[in-house]
């Protein structure tokens, strides 16, 4: 008859001092979870505040005012797709106090997603004295300030570029969010066709038209790069730079052409996509007649 030794399993090496890591990384992770501390809780904090949506202005004259809120939207061209302006934050950007919210600086992208929310909406507003209400002029400064709250009120801001100062991709004049308004933080809308820019100087600016934004320090346009992808927390999206990009016509291409758009008065998201014949019919009527 054969005999079979009993087996006892002996544990080997410094077992007690993983064990103990083990534990101590699972309390840790707990602790995290019950704070909301984890990476994936941070990012869906996150997207839960910033992708909130925002009611755009209803326009009833067809004209843009100081205190409007809009999204600025570039209709795309051939190696882009329709885009907005965007905050570019992510979870290493925002403040915990006083209370939540987006740090400055910050940086834009322009976003594939045009949805009015906290990332996208901007206000009109006044610095020169203009009050809150009256209408925006070709030619005029103004600035473009994000909500208050989560997004912080902070003001689109451009600079020369420098050696050590210039956007990530396209090493072309860097636009970004800061918190203090000043001359950087200074626009212009101007009209996109150069033969009828004279003709409209010191007249309204229609809603939902396409428009040049200038800098008013640098005399650089507002851009989309279609070429210059970035990867963010929210994909794919373009990177935004000041900068003209000019034909050889002389005229500022596709990529520098905006929208700042409305929202419908019937309620039904951007008069934009809602009503595009009654933009474009409302665009020629203005090349008709400057005066309206």
């Known amino acids: 008859m054969s005999y079979v030794k009993p087996y006892r399993s ?9 064990q103990r890591l083990y534990e101590d990384a699972k309390k840790e992770y707990l602790e995290k ?3 909301g501390e984890l990476a994936g809780q941070k990012v869906d904090f996150l997207k839960q505040h910033i992708l909130r949506p925002v009611d755009l202005t209803v326009t009833n004259d067809g004209r843009l005012h100081f205190g409007d809120v809009v999204m600025l939207v570039n209709m795309g061209g051939e190696n882009r797709e329709s885009s907005a302006v965007s905050i570019n934050t992510d979870i290493n950007g925002l403040t915990k106090s006083p209370s939540p919210g987006i740090q400055a600086p910050c940086g834009i992208s322009a976003g594939r997603t045009i949805q ?4 996208t909406a901007f206000i009109i507003t006044s610095v020169d004295g203009s009050p809150e209400g009256s209408t925006l002029h070709f030619e005029q400064s103004f600035a473009l300030k994000t909500t208050s709250g989560f997004a912080s009120g902070l003001y689109l801001t451009s600079d020369l570029q420098t050696f050590h100062k210039s956007a990530k991709k396209s090493f072309l004049q860097e636009v970004n969010l800061e918190d203090g308004g000043c001359f950087l933080s200074w626009w212009k809308i ?5 033969q009828e820019r004279l003709e409209y100087e010191g007249h309204p600016v229609p809603a939902n038209v396409k428009v040049l934004i200038i800098h008013c320090k640098t005399n650089q346009a507002l851009a989309v790069l279609g070429d210059k992808v970035l990867w963010t927390t929210y994909g794919k999206e373009y990177e935004v730079t000041a900068h003209t990009f000019l034909d050889s016509h002389k ?9 700042l758009c409305t929202a419908d008065p019937a309620g039904n998201g951007l008069v934009l996509f809602n009503h595009p014949q009654s933009a474009a019919d409302k665009e ?3 090349q008709a007649n400057p005066g309206i």
Do not use: S, V
Request: glycine letters at 4%; aromatic letters at 12%.
């Open 10 to 18: 002996n544990r080997l090496g410094n077992w007690y001092e993983d």
């Open 33 to 35: 979870k019950e704070r």
């Open 116 to 119: 009015a929310c906290t990332r």
């Open 190 to 194: 101007m009209h996109f066709d150069p």
């Open 251 to 259: 005229a500022e291409q596709d990529n520098n052409h905006w929208i």
């Open 284 to 286: 020629e009527l203005t």
